[in-house]
Nanobody
């Protein structure tokens, strides 16, 4: 069982930056991929970015150029650097890990609020 703990959310003004962290209970090199998703009130959960164990990254179009996902295998942690934040980026951000054949693990979520 993989456990994930997110941190780093908070309140920031539009144009500001935040860095989210997701600490995994296992070596992230053993995971097929990790990623970040977000869910705003009244909306479905949506993909933000993913990174494979090989370091291949993927971003939702609206985050390209503003967000960067990265991993630190020594700390078993994946990060999401968010720059040029907009009010519409306000959401609960969830960390996800894919492992095994079809297993998924989710963190508890961290709130990001961007004020205008």
């Amino acid at each position: 069982q993989v456990q994930l703990v997110e941190s780093g959310g908070g309140l920031v003004q539009a144009g500001g930056s935040l860095r989210l962290s997701c600490a995994a209970s296992v070596s992230i090199a053993r995971l097929a991929a990790m990623g970040w998703y977000r869910q705003a009130p009244g909306n479905q959960r949506e993909l933000v970015a993913t990174i494979t164990s090989g370091g291949v990254t993927n971003y939702a179009n609206s985050m390209k150029g503003r967000y960067t996902i990265s991993g630190d295998s020594a700390k078993n942690t994946v990060y999401l650097q968010m720059n040029s934040l907009k009010p519409e980026d306000t959401a609960v951000y969830y960390c996800n890990a894919r492992y095994g054949l079809m297993s998924n693990a989710w963190g508890q979520g961290t709130q990001v609020t961007v004020s205008s």
